[in-house]
């Protein structure tokens, strides 16, 4: 299986620090994906970023992409209060299987 | 463009009834793609498929589940004779293209509970 893991499993911080999560997995990737699960929904995704790129932003998000040590880790500055939810990371297969595969994910509160 | 939508929300089933799960896409969406997710847990991929063909069933349990994708309504995943263990939230996601070139558009999934 090449499950990412997420790291830590749950992170709470004050509101207006920044959060790290770090994600890790175990074989070649074509693309590793981000997606925010609010509790009792379903998944957002945030960010996709390809096995050919290092970094990638989006509004107070940053992907990072470290393929030689197989590693992702999702930045999240400035949080807010509605930033508290789960957040996974989630692989596909180098060798063509079209289906993504999700590790157990980072649970991030913050606090007012 | 409304969003995927699964039905029903909650469904509560006694053991040994059938389950049945249906999710419709979005609108131009022809992958779909079935997870499953327990309480504090990731969400463990079950099936992949294309309008009316099953392309990856690897993850879902060689007995009792069954889903399709037709030609015409939404996708069914289907539990015959549900058992405690089945209990879980049960994700849809669809998208225009192959999960490994495209984001993925998640419902907010079928809460089932056997009892």
């Known amino acids: 299986s090449q499950q990412g893991e997420e790291d830590p499993q749950a992170l709470s911080i004050q509101e207006g620090e920044n959060a790290t999560m770090n994600c890790s997995y175990k074989t070649s990737i074509n693309n590793l994906q981000w997606y925010r699960q609010n509790s009792g929904r379903g998944l957002v995704h945030l960010i996709l970023i390809r096995s050919n790129e290092r970094e990638k932003h989006s509004g107070r998000l940053r992907v990072t992409l470290d393929t030689s040590k197989k590693s992702s880790s999702l930045l999240i500055t400035a949080s807010r209060a509605a930033d508290t939810a789960s957040y996974f990371c989630a692989t596909d297969a180098w060798t063509g299987a079209q289906k993504l595969v999700f590790g157990q994910g980072t649970r991030l509160t913050i606090n007012p | 463009n409304a969003g995927v939508m699964q039905n029903p929300r909650h469904l509560v089933r006694r053991r040994g009834q059938e389950a049945r799960l249906r999710c419709s896409p979005m609108k131009g969406h022809s992958h779909v793609y079935w997870y499953r997710q327990l309480p504090e847990e990731g969400l463990k991929f079950m099936v992949y498929?294309?309008?009316?063909?099953?392309?990856?069933e690897s993850g879902m349990p060689k007995e009792r589940f069954s889903a399709e994708f037709p030609k015409e309504g939404p996708s069914i995943l289907r539990i015959q004779q549900v058992v405690r263990g089945d209990s879980a939230a049960y994700f849809c996601a669809s998208s225009p293209l192959p999960a490994n070139n495209s984001p993925l558009h998640f419902g907010n999934g079928t809460r089932l509970t056997v009892t």
């Open positions: 498929l294309q309008k009316e063909n099953i392309i990856d």
